[in-house]
């Protein structure tokens, strides 16, 4: 999940904006997670379809 898109609980802001220590603590919380983790859904559903795909392929070749 992209921090865009949260809100404080703290201060009822939006935690990209950092407006208090909380938010500023989870914003550079979820800028340090994988890079996979900042893929859009849909993105990340193409990236499992292809993998499917090259398994099935592979799988395929084999038998």
Known sequence: MTYDRLVC????APVSEGRCPVCRAN??????????SGLNPMAL???V????????LLAHQTV
């Open 27 to 36: 914003r550079e919380r979820l800028q340090q997670e994988s890079p996979l």
């Open 9 to 12: 609980a703290n201060c009822a």
């Open 45 to 47: 559903i193409a990236l």
């Open 49 to 56: 379809a292809v993998l499917v795909a090259a398994v099935a």
